[in-house]
């Protein structure tokens, strides 16, 4: 989430009374956060990272909520079960960000797979924006992990972030295994940063060549 929220002044949040009347401003406050909220790192207490979710969403806007929610689906911290019982818990009348919540939760469902970057959800956008099959995401190969397969036409779409695939040693690793996927008969597409934004077209006319030509 650290890419979503810079770095900034820390927020403390206590347990408060028993009804939101009692809340006092000044430090956040909480009149609901049960033990099982709360997790130890380094030996602070802090909130965990289902119930930080929640108490983000409210806060920020709400592509930055949503941004929040899918990386920490793609970083393991939580899961969507995790977060529909959070749900249950807090989704009370009244309480903000409850519909925001709901609403994320509904369009994902269970076995939903997170997008891992910004670079990816921008990819996923323009699939549906311009009619694209919809690609299967973060599926595990022989060759290795891919970002997106389109079925059947066994096309592959590599992002390549501008921070993750500059280094030569990227570069290389990366050239290996694109081989051994186009030996297995597979089609790889690598789509930069800089092309999606500047050329979704260009991006666009070959991904619909790649998919003709392998089927």
């Known amino acids: 989430m650290c890419r979503v929220f810079p770095s900034g002044p820390i927020e403390v949040r206590t347990h408060y009374g028993k009804s939101r009347d009692q809340l006092q401003r000044g430090a956040a406050q909480s009149c609901y956060l049960p033990s099982h909220h709360i997790t130890v790192v380094d030996r602070i207490p802090v909130t965990t990272p ?55 939760l509904a369009a994902r469902g269970e076995g939903y797979i997170a997008t891992e970057s910004e670079l990816e959800r921008m990819f996923a956008e323009f699939v549906v924006a311009y009619s694209l099959p919809a690609p299967r995401r973060q599926v595990t190969l022989i060759a290795g992990r891919v970002d997106f397969l389109f079925d059947p036409g066994m096309v592959i779409a590599e992002l390549d972030g501008r921070r993750n695939h500059t280094a030569l040693l990227d570069r290389e690793r990366d050239m290996e295994r694109d081989a051994r996927l186009t030996a297995m008969g597979l089609r790889v597409i690598r789509i930069t940063h800089r ?4 050329d979704p077209d260009g991006v666009y006319e070959d991904l619909r060549g790649a998919l003709r030509w392998a089927a």
């Open 50 to 104: 289902t119930r930080t979710i929640f108490d983000i969403i409210p806060l920020v806007r709400p592509d930055r909520g949503e941004r929040a929610l899918d990386n920490a689906l793609a970083m393991g911290l939580t899961d969507i079960r995790k977060l529909e019982a959070m749900l249950d818990e807090l989704g009370k009348r009244g309480r903000p960000g409850t519909a925001l919540v709901r609403e994320l």
């Open 195 to 198: 092309r999606l934004t500047r």
